[in-house]
């Protein structure tokens, strides 16, 4: 994990080392500030066999571009692929063609099935009502309504008739 050093990459980063840390034991997990090591140094943390996996919990504009230019540069010489925070999506300044050199893969806090009925029903009926696709915000909340309102139903099925 490569960190600027930003107050708010904590909300991002101890979450996701908590649950690595229960949940990969075996592998090599190092974290560094950027401020204490440097762009130039970073090769020394990267290992030159197998993949690399460099976790940015960072949303600052001059970090991101240093390190993904730095990352880009090291990626002749080293395998690397890039976890990036959610929020990674609504940046705009962030080039596509070197997220993809640099194997990136942004996190995000909801999974869609696509293929399961209620959510091929809930896109059709939003498709023709709204002519559009439904967003992020639209998704989770069809999603919470949904968990809601079988909770609700399942309750009431249960209690006795007063």
Known sequence: M????????FKFAVPFKKYRDSLLKQTTFSEIGIKAIGYEHVYKHLNPVGLNVVVLPATDRNFLLSITK?????????QIA???HPGWEKL????AATMQKLNTHITSSYKVDYKTPRVEHFLAK????YS???SEYAIKGFDIAYYFA????????LSPMT
């Not at 730095?70 to 080293?78: A, P, R, Y």
């Not at 079988?150 to 099925?157: G, H, I, P, T």
């Open 82 to 84: 890039v976890i990036g």
């Open 70 to 78: 730095e990352l880009l540069k090291l990626s002749s010489n080293f």
């Open 2 to 9: 490569i960190r600027s050093g930003q107050a708010d990459e």
């Open 126 to 129: 939003y498709r023709a009502k």
């Open 92 to 95: 705009q300044f962030l080039d």
């Open 150 to 157: 079988s909770l609700m139903n399942k309750k009431v099925r």
């Open 132 to 134: 559009l696709e439904p």
